[in-house]
């Protein structure tokens, strides 16, 4: 869920195409399959699966909550690692995804011409309250949202830990996220183009070794460091220095 990547609308009832640039906050996009009616998405997930997928989610979506309850009103307009995105501004999308259904999805699609930039701005302003607090209170409204856009459940796990960074780092604040999951996520990241949100140019030429869970992904240079560091990296954020190590680092970055 910055960099740029051209998403594909495939009408099934016609080969005609429609494609558009999203904004570069990298917001997670994905190939979704157009009809009259219903909106498809590739990949889809077992019961248990997306049950898990969705406990992650909503234990995320609470600990942001607490990280934001006592910001001071200068915070919440910290620059965020979203180009052109306050914390507030952040928040406001994260609202915005969470309410967002399949059907939803379709009708904005539309609505906004088929750029991913225009229906983002409009969702950022739709749910971006004057006061922080109320934004704040409208987060909590939807913690518990099991609604998605067409795309894979995947999805969800690589906007929760990267927009969890997205505000936290500019505001100092830390947070353990679970390994396992982020890794689950970095999976899905690696093997996505960038044209569908993903990583998998980044990651080419480069093996990604993390040091806190079993995960060793790719061929070529390595790069180590913490799994969400890694995925921050492939989603491409801005890292620390000192989080990665190992030579594959030049061709990682050169390609965010």
Known sequence: MCRGATVVVRAVSSARRHRWTPNRRNTTTHIYYLSSRQ??????????VKTAI???VHAERHALIQDLEDLTPQQWSVASLCDGWTVHDVLAHLIDTAKTTRIGFARRLIAARFDFDRDNAV????????????TLAAFRKVVEHTSTPPAPLATRLVEAFAHGEDI????????????????????YQAKTSESFGGGKERARGCRL???????QIGDGDEVHGTAIALLLALSGRPTD???LSGPGIPALVRRR
């Open 39 to 48: 909106y498809y998405c590739k990949s889809s997930a077992m019961p248990e």
């Open 54 to 56: 969705w406990s992650v």
């Open 123 to 134: 969702g950022v302003v739709r749910e971006r309250h004057g006061e922080p607090d109320r």
């Open 168 to 187: 936290r780092r500019p505001l100092g604040i830390h947070r353990d996220y679970p390994p396992s999951h982020v890794a689950k996520a970095i999976r």
């Open 209 to 215: 070794v993390a040091t806190d869970v079993d995960l």
């Open 241 to 243: 220095s000192t989080e």
